[in-house]
């Protein structure tokens, strides 16, 4: 199982990035799927993430910013991301759990200059 992050970049605040994780391995249909970042000198922190049952649940920090979604066909989760600000900036990684096993992206650096 692989899972391969893309899309980060640098924007200036305001502006918008889409994210991509592609997921290799049969593990995507019954995985569950999330971004965390991790900004430097502080803990990854949860994203957004779909919690089941199609509900999704996002970080207080970027409700109403931050649209996480999926698409089954192509084995790839999503995060639109919109009106960045600086607080943004950190390495964003995708996350697949199935059953007991956890995977992990590589990580996508984002950077939000003022």
Request: aromatic share 12%; with cysteine.
């Amino acid at each position: 199982v692989q899972l391969q992050a893309s899309g980060g970049g640098l924007v200036q605040a305001g502006g918008s990035l889409r994210l991509a994780c592609a997921v290799s391995g049969n593990i995507f249909s019954s995985a569950v799927m999330a971004w965390y970042r991790q900004a430097p000198g502080k803990q990854r922190e949860l994203v957004a993430a779909f919690t089941g049952g199609g509900y999704t649940d996002y970080a207080d920090s970027v409700k109403g910013r931050f649209t996480i979604s999926r698409d089954n066909a192509k084995n790839t989760v999503f995060l639109q991301m919109n009106s960045l600000v600086p607080e943004d900036t950190a390495v964003y990684y995708c996350k697949a759990r199935q059953y007991s096993y956890t995977y992990w992206g590589q990580g996508t650096q984002v950077t939000v200059s003022s």
